[in-house]
C-alpha cells in the first residue's frame, strides 16, 4: 500500500470522545475535576534534526529540540502529562548508522519520555545492538507480545507499567507487530510473538481488575489498518476486538491523523485510536478529563513541530 494513502495532512483538528458516560461540556461546572495529558510519538526513524528550509514535502518541521520546547510547555501548562513513545526509534537517518541508537535513548531521556515499545526496526541492529544501548535509555520499554525469556533481553521489558497522576491510575502496555517475514530471524533470534489480541485481553483483565487502572492505554506497534487483508491485526482490528483500552497509540505505517480515530470496542463503547506519522514531524495529544466519579471523556489532536 502507497505511503500516500495513509497520509491525512496534520491539522487544528481535534476529536471529542465520550467514554465513560458524560460529554466534555459535563466536567466544565464540576468542581473536582482531574486532566491527564498523554503526548505520543512514534516512528520518528532517528531524525534527530529539523527538516531543511528545502525539504519540499517537511520544510522546517520536526527536530528534537522542537519537540523539547513544545513538551516543556504543556508540561507548565498541565504536570499531570505523560510523554509515550510506539516504536520505530532506530533508522532512517546517519546518527543511526553512526551511534547505533545511542543518541536517540539518551536524548529521549533529556526529554524525559515515560515509556515506550519496541517496533521492528529497533532490531536492526539486532537484538544484541538494541540491548547494547539500553543503558541509555531512563525510560521503561513495554511490550506483552514479544516472549524475549530466551534471549538478552530477558528481564529488560515489562508487559506494562502503572502511573499515578493526580488521583488517577494510568496502565500503559505495548505490542509489536510480527516479526517473522519482516525481520531476519538472525536479528530478533528467539524471540517469541504472542498474538496480540489475546495479550491485550489479558493486560486488560489485569491492568482494570488486578491494578484498578482508571485509563489504559496500549502502546501498539501493529499498524494502523491493512485495507483489505484480513489476516493483518491493525489497531483498528485490535481496538473492535478488544475492550477497556481507552487509547491505542500506534505505530508503524506511519499513518498522518490529525486527530484520534474514535472505535466502538466490543462492547459497543468509545475507545481512541491515534498516530502522528513519522520521522517526528507531528507530536500527538490526548486530554483525557476525570469527573468526581472517575468518568472520563477525551479531547485529542495532532500538533505540527
Keep these: 500500500m502507497k505511503r500516500r494513502d495513509f497520509i491525512q495532512q496534520a491539522s487544528a483538528g481535534t476529536a471529542l470522545a465520550t467514554l465513560g458516560g458524560l460529554g466534555l461540556q459535563s466536567f466544565t461546572t464540576i468542581g473536582k475535576t482531574s486532566k491527564i495529558t498523554i503526548l505520543h510519538t512514534n516512528d520518528v526513524h532517528s531524525h534527530i534534526d529539523a527538516f531543511g528550509p528545502e525539504d519540499e514535502e517537511n520544510a522546517n518541521k520536526g527536530g528534537v529540540a522542537r519537540r523539547a520546547t513544545l513538551i516543556d510547555s504543556i508540561r507548565k501548562e498541565n504536570p499531570n502529562t505523560l510523554l509515550l513513545d510506539a516504536g520505530d526509534i532506530f533508522q532512517g537517518t546517519p546518527y543511526f548508522n553512526y551511534y547505533g541508537g545511542e543518541l536517540e535513548f539518551k536524548l529521549m531521556s533529556k526529554l524525559k519520555y515515560d515509556v515506550a515499545t519496541i517496533g521492528n526496526h529497533d532490531f536492526d541492529n539486532g537484538i544484541d545492538g538494541l540491548y547494547a544501548q539500553l543503558p541509555h535509555a531512563e525510560f521503561q520499554f513495554v511490550s506483552a507480545n514479544y516472549d524475549f525469556s530466551n534471549t538478552i533481553m530477558d528481564t529488560h521489558t515489562k508487559p506494562y507499567k502503572i502511573f499515578k497522576k493526580d488521583r488517577v491510575r494510568i496502565g500503559v502496555f505495548g505490542l509489536g507487530i510480527e516479526l ?126
Excluded: W
Aim: proline content about 2%; some cysteine; aromatic content about 6%.
Design 180 to 305: 517473522n517475514g519482516l525481520v531476519a530471524s538472525t536479528m530478533y533470534k528467539e524471540t517469541k510473538y504472542l498474538d496480540p489480541i489475546e495479550m491485550s485481553q489479558e493486560m486488560t483483565r489485569i491492568l482494570k481488575d488486578k491494578e484498578q487502572c482508571d485509563l489504559i492505554i496500549c502502546l501498539s506497534h501493529l499498524g494502523y489498518h491493512y485495507g483489505n487483508d484480513s489476516n493483518r491485526i491493525s489497531d483498528l482490528k485490535l481496538a473492535k476486538a478488544t475492550k477497556d483500552i481507552d487509547l491505542i497509540i500506534g505505530g508503524h505505517t506511519h499513518t498522518f491523523l490529525s486527530k484520534p480515530t474514535i472505535v466502538k470496542n466490543n462492547e459497543d463503547k468509545n475507545m481512541l485510536v491515534n498516530q502522528v506519522g513519522c520521522n517526528g514531524i507531528n507530536l500527538g495529544r490526548i486530554d483525557f478529563y476525570f469527573d468526581a466519579d472517575k468518568n472520563k471523556s477525551a479531547h485529542g489532536t495532532s500538533i505540527i513541530v
